[in-house]
T-cell receptor, first 112, second 112 residues
């Protein structure tokens, strides 16, 4: 089945640690995105990539980093510089010039 | 500043009635607007897209209207069912480059 797979579903991080969230898609989509969702808030764009080896910052990129070495994969690293990392993280993909976005099931990150 | 506004109060509706949700936006001139459904702890799922030159779009029991003069979209669920209970998000692409901006969502609760 085609889709987007995010792992893990739940992730716990100690303060000061970096952690990487996985996102893989087999839809052959060119564009991939990372969003953050907080309770009562809309989705906010962290990073996006429209092609392999290229990515751009979204609205809240500080404290995050990404890579796009393969078309299928777009991992997100939450660094220790992110002051409030506890949130629900969503990965999405779309065809080039989409516009429909396909989302993964999300990773809930909690800092302990 | 640019805003996408959805009603923060949950809409409680009796089964069989029509649920109507509103999405208002300011300082955008989107070419299209999208609606997504999100269940608790899950990623959003695309429902409908309506373009700026379309007044109305239908899909099964769902209907979306788009008024670019009022800068408003209405989302209707006719003959609502308890399975329609979820949060509905509107989204638009302010720069025409697939970087979607989302409203905070509007929860619908269908009472049997």
């Amino acid at each position: 089945d085609g889709g987007i797979t995010q792992s893990p579903k739940y992730l716990f991080r100690k303060e000061g640690q970096n952690v990487t969230l996985s996102c893989e898609q087999n839809l052959n989509h060119d564009a991939m995105y990372w969003y953050r969702q907080d309770p009562g808030q809309g989705l906010r764009l962290i990073y996006y990539s429209q092609i392999v080896n290229d990515f751009q910052k979204g609205d809240i990129a500080e404290g995050y980093s990404v890579s796009r070495e393969k078309k299928e994969s777009f991992p997100l690293t939450v660094t220790s510089a992110q002051k409030n990392p506890t949130a629900f993280y969503l990965c999405a993909s779309s065809r080039d010039r989409g516009p429909e976005a396909f989302f993964g099931q999300g990773t809930r990150l909690t800092v302990v | 500043s640019q805003k996408i506004e959805q009603n923060s109060e949950a809409l409680n509706i009796q089964e069989g009635k029509t649920a109507t949700l509103t999405c208002n936006y300011t300082n955008y001139s989107p070419a299209y607007l999208q609606w997504y459904r999100q269940d608790p702890g899950r990623g959003p799922v695309f429902l409908l897209l309506i373009r700026e030159n379309e007044k109305e779009k239908r899909k099964e029991r769902l209907k979306v209207t788009f008024d670019t003069t009022l800068k408003q979209s209405l989302f209707h669920i006719t003959a609502s069912q308890p399975a329609d209970s979820a949060t509905y998000l509107c989204a638009l692409d302010p720069r025409g480059n697939n970087r979607l901006a989302f409203g905070k969502g509007n929860q619908v609760v269908v009472i049997p």
